[in-house]
């Protein structure tokens, strides 16, 4: 489960798998804000938090600055839960900020676009497990991970669609 929440999201239109003509379309609707999701609550500022819409899809979504992006629930790599992950948003040494990084593999993806990046430093138990992680998952190690666009209207409706 995604952790501490109320009940399960809803999105008016079921989020398709990706590269479906259907998931294709939704950037078209409510005006190219995407799909209108309901009973989620947004992330405060500098934090993270996990969605689970019917039939198991998942979102984790992050708040930074007061910009909320979207990137798919679980890590290309090792299927961990990327909300439970760190957000790497004012490191100097990483490009592409901001970035997600998977609490299991360590790596990294960009919250702008879901491009796959270097590993994050871990120590102790953490790097022990990492390492074992990024060995057992080698051959996934270049997968990219689906990132969204996730806005909220004036009226506090969040919508979601594919970047």
Not at 4 to 21: F, H, M, P, W
Not at 26 to 34: L, V
Not at 90 to 116: M, V
């Amino acid at each position: 489960m995604m952790g501490a929440r109320r009940g399960k999201g809803n999105l008016k239109n079921t989020i398709n798998d990706v590269g479906s003509s259907a998931s294709q379309n939704s950037k078209s609707m409510n005006a190219g804000k995407g799909q209108e999701i309901t009973g989620v609550t947004l992330p405060s500022k500098g934090q993270l938090k996990g969605w689970e819409f019917g039939e198991g899809a998942r979102i984790a979504c992050a708040n930074v600055d007061d910009t909320f992006y979207g990137i798919q629930g679980s890590c290309p790599r090792c299927a961990f839960d990327l909300w439970k992950g760190d957000v790497i948003y004012d490191d100097p040494g990483w490009e592409d900020l901001p970035r997600i990084a998977c609490p299991t593999c360590s790596t990294t993806f960009s919250l702008k676009n879901g491009k796959h990046g270097p590993p994050i430093k871990r120590k102790g138990l953490s790097a022990f497990v990492g390492n074992l992680a990024k060995s057992a998952t080698a051959q996934d190690s270049g997968k990219d991970a689906q990132a969204y666009l996730i806005t909220l209207d004036e009226d506090g409706r969040v919508y979601c669609r594919e970047r």
